[in-house]
């Protein structure tokens, strides 16, 4: 079975900095999917960005992109210019590539706070 | 814009009674999952299904709940009897049979009391 962590509860940044969310993960498997997603307050999940882990160009998603270490088990994710409707929960999330989809295993988030 | 949607938003009731939660996944999706959300578990996968056919409930508890998929167009989850450890946030999502996106629904809060 395979486990995600996110170790930052709680982030703060000001309005217009970067920031950085860590996310490592836990696998035997080599063939993986890896995602984060953002919730806002209204509790819908969106999808920042995906991430196969048979490529190792890093995903970029307009200005969301991840550092991607596939030996060190490691997927943050880094936020640039960042937005007062950036604040939000974050998940990091994995999923088996092996055969189809088989639902994904998620970390328990973090919570981005933007200061103006 | 293709969505999914799940019905009702929200749902108080009272313990002992049955609950029915539904889902209408995207067209054309052949996968849907069910997820609960709870602030002490966080998001945990209950079930999910490709084309219509059940392939893994393992995260459910057996003896009070069930999910179904009737037809293409709708999965249901049900808790009979609910209890007031079944408070949480359920979320319907749905994907391709190509491809790895999921796609969240809005979710229905429910509170048993």
């Known amino acids: 079975a395979q486990t995600v962590t996110q170790s930052q509860p709680e982030m703060s940044v000001q309005e217009a900095e970067t920031v950085t969310l860590s996310c490592t993960y836990d696998?035997?498997?080599?063939?993986?999917?890896l995602f984060w997603y953002k919730q806002p307050p209204s509790r819908q999940m969106i999808l920042v960005i995906r991430?196969?882990?048979?490529?190792?160009q890093n995903a970029t998603e307009n200005l969301f992109s991840v550092n991607f270490q596939k030996a060190a088990k490691s997927f943050s994710l880094k936020i640039s210019d960042s937005q007062l409707g950036d604040a939000a929960m974050y998940f990091c999330a994995f999923e088996y590539s092996g055969g189809g989809a088989d639902g994904l295993t998620f970390g328990k988030g973090t919570h981005l706070i933007i200061q103006p | 814009d293709a969505r999914v949607t799940q019905t009702p938003r929200d749902k108080v009731t009272e313990m002992g009674q049955e609950v029915t939660m539904r889902c209408q996944p995207i067209?054309?999706?052949?996968?849907v999952f069910w997820y609960r959300q709870t602030m002490m578990q966080g998001l945990e996968l209950l079930a999910y299904?490709?084309?219509?056919?059940?392939?893994?409930d393992s995260g459910m508890p057996k003896d009070r709940f069930s999910a179904e998929m009737p037809d293409a167009t709708l999965a249901t989850l049900k808790i009979q009897p609910s209890e007031p450890r079944d408070s949480a946030v359920y979320f319907c999502?749905?994907?391709?049979?190509?491809?790895?996106?999921?796609?969240f629904g809005p979710g229905t809060r429910l509170l048993v009391l």
């Open positions: 999502a749905s994907g391709p049979a190509s491809g790895r996106t999921q796609y």
């Open positions: 991430q196969e882990a048979y490529k190792q």
């Open positions: 067209l054309g999706h052949n996968t």
């Open positions: 696998t035997s498997e080599s063939d993986y999917y």
């Open positions: 299904f490709r084309n219509r056919a059940p392939l893994d």
